[in-house]
């Protein structure tokens, strides 16, 4: 495979690219997000990304009362995006820049942390009792990883019917259709809703390489039926996916063309060096760089020691 010439060749190659194409099945582990038990799905050992996407948490679905269970204090993000998309139930998100942002179902948050963010994500006062949703990140490349902070609340998303399935595009495009979603490399991420009864070959881009993730529902990836919380590898070179259901389903597609550089990622910071890493945690517990979120009432994270060799400006 990695042997491809750009010759007429090509294809043929191609072609017995596809007859190798790999199926990868990489079961999620849980762990706490503040108070909340949340499942995380993307990176693990064996493999750490999925085009730019290098990081899935997956929580709920959960319903409460008189609780909040959503309650990330401050903590500082860089070389990044963090995308929330929420199946039910709602997220508030204050940030350093003076954001205040409402999340619902099927709208989109994507914040690029850039140079350096800070930001808080919690369960509203006023709520429907009810969480479900992902929390993904998107490493930047480096022509874009330190540019400045932003947040983007996307309510208008493409939403396109295939055959047999409704497509939200969150991040990225889907076959030219782009969210408005800031995206620095090429690259999707999509909720697709599978129709009761489908079976259906939906199209990819060959020189992406993409997971799927099943949200809800059940759903069988070419006859292989796919288990909640675990992430299914697809590999490059597929122009398209089969995918069945019976009673229907929600599929969370990610992908994107290999993303060529090698990442560092330590907590809440990607970077590409320890020294940038170790200037990061500094900056954030000397409290430099990182603005403080002004909206949240409470003591900010403090940054894990750094294992190893400690590394100081
Ligand atoms: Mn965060």
Not at 43 to 59: A, K, N, S, T
Not at 60 to 82: R, W
Not at 117 to 137: A, D, K, R, S
Not at 276 to 291: K, P, Q, S, T
Request: charged share 20%; hydrophobic share 40%; glycine share 10%.
């Amino acid at each position: 495979m990695s042997n491809l010439l750009p010759t007429e060749s090509t294809a043929q190659e191609c072609a017995a690219a596809d007859s190798a194409r790999v199926l990868e099945t990489y079961p999620a582990h849980e762990t706490d997000l503040g108070h909340l038990r949340i499942r995380r799905i993307l990176p693990v050992r064996q493999r750490r990304m999925i085009g730019p996407w290098c990081f899935l948490d997956r929580y709920g679905p959960l319903s409460f009362t008189n609780e909040k269970p959503m309650d990330v204090a401050p903590h500082p993000h860089i070389g990044l995006q963090t995308v929330s998309w929420l199946l039910s139930g709602e997220i508030i998100h204050h940030d350093s820049l003076g954001t205040e942002a409402l999340l619902r179902p099927g709208q989109l948050g994507v914040m690029t942390a850039g140079r350096g963010i800070t930001h808080t994500e919690e369960t509203p006062v006023e709520n429907t009792g009810h969480l479900n949703g992902v929390q993904l990140w998107v490493a930047l490349p480096e022509a874009h990883r330190h540019t400045q902070p932003a947040f983007g609340h996307h309510t208008e998303l493409p939403v396109l019917e295939e055959p047999g399935a409704l497509i939200r595009v969150i991040l990225g495009d889907w076959h030219g259709h782009r969210s408005e979603g800031a995206a620095y490399s090429p690259m999707v991420g999509a909720e697709m809703t599978l129709h009761a009864g489908t079976s259906t070959a939906l199209p990819l881009r060959p020189e992406f390489e993409h997971a799927l993730i099943l949200l809800s529902g059940d759903a069988a990836f070419e006859g292989q039926p796919l288990l909640p919380d675990t992430l299914y590898y697809l590999g490059a070179h597929r122009s398209d996916m089969q995918l069945s259901t019976r009673a229907g389903a929600q599929v969370l597609l990610i992908g994107g063309a290999p993303f060529g550089e090698t990442i560092l990622m330590w907590w809440n910071f990607v970077a590409r060096t320890q020294q940038e890493i170790a200037a990061a945690r500094a900056d954030w517990e000397g409290h430099l760089r990182f603005d403080d979120v002004r909206a949240y009432h409470g003591a900010r994270l403090r940054a894990p020691q750094l294992i190893g060799r400690p590394i100081t400006r």
